[in-house]
């Protein structure tokens, strides 16, 4: 059973324009939610994080949104540039677990130029 | 820093034998993780340590995954016997506890062939 939910495989998004990513969680017990970008071959890195407290998180071209009302989250990416073509994954830590990630099944954004 | 670095990169094996896949985590972190990567099931959460001792395993699959972590700075995850449905990406993370939450910094991984 997926707690944490990328519903979309794959995303294709014009260079210089807005990449949306989207994730849905069901266990409302999640305190902290981040999103990590992984290049093939490599492990996935930290991207941005944001906790459950607070509704945006902002940095550089990178901005996580949540709404806990409908239990999703997005990552907003503006402009878009070639070198963010990767696999993305959503991730969520349950409340007082500090030390346990879940993540999601990821998806994958193609820039195209 | 020379992150966390995972042996061996690549590993085919038949059917039936055994796989030993390796670990060095980041000086200094206290949490050591090791996830499975198919196209299925995403990021699976097998195993993780804490000042090296096993703290929550309930994501290793079967009877057949075993992990070890004997000191801070070394793990291995054993497969035996293994078979074609493990054939995955592993990767081993660490992190250090912080104040909120700690992001993991993940190996390059091991991509497993079991034929």
């Known amino acids: 059973d997926q707690q944490v939910k990328q519903n979309s495989p794959s995303l294709s998004v014009q260079e210089g324009r807005i990449s949306i990513l989207n994730c849905d969680y069901t266990?409302?017990?999640?305190?902290?939610f981040l999103w990590y970008k992984k290049y093939p071959a490599e492990g996935p890195t930290f991207l941005i994080s944001i906790s459950s407290i607070k509704d945006k998180n902002e940095d550089g071209r990178f901005t996580v949104f949540l709404n806990k009302s409908a239990k999703h989250l997005s990552l907003h990416i503006v402009p878009s540039q070639p070198g963010d073509s990767a696999v993305y994954f959503c991730a969520a830590r349950p409340m007082g677990r500090d030390d346990k990630i879940i993540f999601g099944k990821g998806t994958r954004l193609h820039i195209l130029p | 820093d020379a992150g966390v670095i995972q042996s061996p990169r690549h590993e085919v094996t038949e059917m039936g034998q055994e796989v030993t896949l390796r670990c060095k985590p980041i000086?200094?972190?206290?949490?050591l993780f090791w996830y499975r990567q198919t196209m299925m099931r995403g990021l699976e959460l097998l195993i993780y340590f804490n000042n090296n001792v096993p703290i929550d395993d309930s994501g290793m699959p079967e009877d057949r995954f075993s992990a070890k972590m004997p000191n801070a700075s070394f793990s291995t995850l054993k497969i035996q016997p293994s078979e074609p449905r493990d054939s995955a990406v592993y990767f081993c993370?660490?992190?250090?506890?912080?104040?909120?939450?700690?992001?993991?910094?993940f190996g390059n991984g091991t991509r497993l062939t079991v034929t």
């Open positions: 266990n409302s017990m999640f305190d902290y």
């Open positions: 993370a660490s992190s250090f506890p912080g104040t909120n939450v700690s992001p993991l910094h």
């Open positions: 000086s200094g972190h206290d949490y």
